[in-house]
């Protein structure tokens, strides 16, 4: 597939010519762009009032010094980011991502993403990202604090409740949001819901933490039923063992699925008997270690190096949950190739494109990533709620919203789809539903 539409070239064309090291920012436009084609088309005010124009265009890229002290005394110096993208719909929402892959092109294809997620939340977020290349493995408790206060002795004077809220991504946990919201309440004397993912005891809402694993899972079910299946006596691979691999599993599970493999950066396990979470709990949420642990007191489960093996693995429903690009062309070949029915993203960005096109010509179920993962940010725009009410809910109340805005967004998706001629293409239906808010909002707003 490419674009076809001249005016959508050209508009490609330019981006291109503008971002020209933005590799992953870039294969993200284009592919919005192709999908959005036939709205364009039906939409000529759009193009008159320059939506597309300004919606490739971040409204603001912020890129700033970021230097912290180890606990040797040494002097380190990281970069950080903070990418608003998008303030159609509401104030620029989305995670704070720390990782040494960390560059200007990874927030801002993220937070371009996050504009489209958010908008198919339904609720009053816009988008936005930021992060760092700093790597949170290994260091510290204080090393990690320190960093943190540092991040936020710049990031500060860009956010606030109702401007910029940030939130956790790789390597962002509730560790780092405490240490981050610590340091702006004493910089601003503000205490206010700036930060969602906040520990509970200082103003996060209940469900936070499962929500984007279980919403994962709630998307996908949804997506089941209406196809005659349910996750109920399946088999699953679950790649990640993070915040929202952990949860996904945690709920896969609880519906009545067999979750065999988890992973992290080095390697996966396989356990034919099921994951026993709870172990993985102990080793990466309180322990901070390595999957590779897993395998000592589990003697029926193995471990193997290296990441892509895992979708070798024979499973009915695959969800990626750990980072871009970790399913290519071959292992989405293997999965299909195994029997998989399903995959849907936990992650953002998970499958390439030509992944994504290998699942959906061979008509699997593909639920993907700005709706599939979409719980986290809608259960942080409830934190938000929450925060300004200066009430929280109970954990089934925000539970079941989020069951709703999930089951919700699937059909949003789906009927997007199949008004524009892509039934079942709910990768296409996401970005068009998705666009078609912020689209109709910024052509409100004029030109701004
Ligand atoms: P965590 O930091 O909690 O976990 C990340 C997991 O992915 C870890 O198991 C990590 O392994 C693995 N991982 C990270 N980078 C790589 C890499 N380059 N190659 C292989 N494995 C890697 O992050 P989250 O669970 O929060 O995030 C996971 C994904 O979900 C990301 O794509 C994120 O953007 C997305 N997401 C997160 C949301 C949230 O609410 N947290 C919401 C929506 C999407 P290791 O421990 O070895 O680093
Ligand atoms: O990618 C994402 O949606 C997130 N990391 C969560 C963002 C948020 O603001 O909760």
Sequence with gaps: MSIQNEYLQNLMATVEKRNPNDKQFLITVRSVLESIEPVVEAHPEYVKMGVLEM??????????????????????????????????????????????????????????????????????????????????????????????????SELYRHIGPDCDVPAGDIGVGAREIGYLYGEYKRLTGQYCGVLT????????????????????????????????KSFKGQTVVVSGSGNVAMYACEKATQLGAKVVAMSDSNGYVYDPNGIDLDA????????????????ADHPAAEY??????????KCDIALPCATQNEINLESAR?????????????????????????????????????????????????????????????????????????????????????????????????????FLKVAEAMLAQGVC
Aim: proline residues 3%.
């Design 55 to 152: 919606f490739v265009e971040p409204e603001r890229v912020i890129k700033f010094r970021v230097p912290w002290v180890d606990d040797k005394g040494e002097v380190h110096v990281n970069r950080g980011y903070r990418v608003q993208s998008n303030s159609a719909i509401g104030p620029y929402k989305g995670g704070l991502r720390l990782h040494p892959s960390v560059t200007e092109d990874t927030v801002k294809f993220l937070a371009f993403e996050q504009t489209l997620k958010n908008s198919l939340t339904g609720l009053p977020i816009g988008g936005g990202k930021g992060g760092s290349d700093f790597d949170p493995k290994g260091k510290s408790d204080m090393e990690v604090m320190r960093f943190c206060q540092s991040f936020m």
């Design 197 to 228: 993912g906040k520990g509970l005891t200082y103003g996060g809402s209940l469900a936070r933490k499962e929500a984007t694993g279980y919403g994962l899972c709630y998307f996908t079910e949804e997506m089941l039923n209406c196809a005659g």
């Design 334 to 434: 293997a999965l299909i190739a195994n029997g998989c029915f399903c995959v849907s993203e936990g992650a953002n960005m998970p499958s390439t494109m030509e992944a994504i096109d290998a699942f959906i010509e061979a008509g699997l179920l593909f639920g993907p990533a700005k709706a599939a993962n979409a719980g986290g940010v809608a259960t942080s725009a409830l934190e938000m709620s929450q925060n300004s009410m200066r009430y929280s809910w109970t954990f089934e109340e925000v539970d079941a919203k989020l069951k709703q805005i999930m089951v919700g967004i699937y059909h949003n998706v789906a009927d997007a789809a199949s008004t524009y001629g892509f039934a079942n293409n709910f990768e296409k239906g996401a970005n068009i539903a998705g």
């Design 280 to 295: 993985v709990k102990l080793i990466k949420e309180v322990r901070r270690g390595r999957i590779r642990e897993y395998v």
């Design 304 to 313: 193997h190096e290296g990441c892509s093996g895992i979708w070798t693995i």
